[in-house]
Structure formats: structure tokens, C-alpha cells
């Protein structure tokens, strides 16, 4: 999910915040609004490239940041919320030795993605829909999960990030992205389920956070 050109209007950063609340602490609440939000992306996956600054060096410069703070070689990535892809065929290029999925909950999203992708006979890199609520993979199956303008399923990532592996939450505008969590909540909640912080900081007009799962946690 990318930033328009323009700043967000002050509604759609409203209900941007609502919903992120919502994941973050009563995320059961979440299928009262997951079809309305498909049903959004679904209706501006056309065009959406075009559109918004999605794959612009200042869409993508938070988690050009943050990725540079990856520790090992990852050899599985997630990116969530992949919406037309920009993000997870730059994570694809950024680890060339990895095999990156995308997922994200809008089919037309998803099929703009697929069309970004060229032979591939190895499928290195795949995108398929699925709710971050609800991830349609095994339990601790990537080294690095990221996710750029996207509400937080916290329990999700933990359940499918693997020990020592690393998550990176980018904003490209920061505060001012409609799918955005504070910094302190995005801590606290990573915290208690022992992923701890590593680094935050900005980047063009954006925030990432970074942040590392204990070996072992019990």
C-alpha cells in the first residue's frame, strides 16, 4: 500500500489511523473492516502505479534504509501488504540470494504484481493473495519480514518470523501515512513478544523501525 503524490487529506489519514488502531489492540475487530479495505484496493489497483509514487526512490527510501541494518544472509523474505509489488521486487534485488513472497489481501493488486514478474523458472520470487491477519504460511518460515505503509499484525509476524530473524516496518511518510503506528505502540507490542527494537530513523520524507526476534523466547 503506497503514498499518493499529495499529501493524504486529513479523512483518509483518519480512517488510515482507525483501522491501524484497530490491528494493533482489538485486531478481532479486524473482518469487520478487512472487506471494505479490499474492496478499496481492489476498485485503485488499476492505474495504481501511475497513480502514486509507489516504486519512487522517496516511496521506497525507508526501507532502502532499514534493510541496510539486516544482519546474515536472509534466505526467505516476506514482504506484507505487497500491494503492485515495487516493494517486494526491490527487497528481491536488495537479496538476490533469497526467494521472496508478496502477499497481500486485494486479488487486483496481486495481479498487477504478477504482471511485473519475467521469467522466473526457479519462482524466486511470487506474489498470492492472503490477510495479514491470517499469513498462508508455516510458522517461522522467513529470516526477514517487511511491510512498507501497512497496519501492524504483530502476533502474525511473530508467528512467522523465524528466531534471529529480523522485521522492518517502513512508513513513507512517517506519522502522516494513513497505515501508520506510532513508533512507542510498533515497540511496546514487538517488545512483549520478544522481538526487540534496533533501530529507528527517517529517511526522505519516512520512518522505519527495525527490530530482531530473540534466539530464544519462551
Known sequence: ????????????VLIGRTISRIVAHTPW???VVSRPVMRFFDA???GWDSNTRAGQPEHLAPLAAAVLKVTGTPERVLDIGCG???ATLFLSREFPQARVRGV???PRMIAEANAKIGLDPEARVAFREGDASSLPYPDQNFDLVAQTNMPIFFAEIDRVLRPGG????ASSLGQSTPFSTPDGVTRRKFAKLGISEVETGEAADGTYFVGRKEESFA
Open 84 to 86: 503492485t509489488g515495487a
Open 104 to 106: 497481500d489481501l486485494s
Open 29 to 31: 475487530l479486524w473482518p
Open 166 to 169: 529480523t522485521v522492518i516496518i
Open 1 to 12: 500500500m503506497s503514498s499518493p503524490k499529495s499529501s493524504p487529506d486529513r479523512k483518509t
Open 44 to 46: 485503485a489497483a488499476k
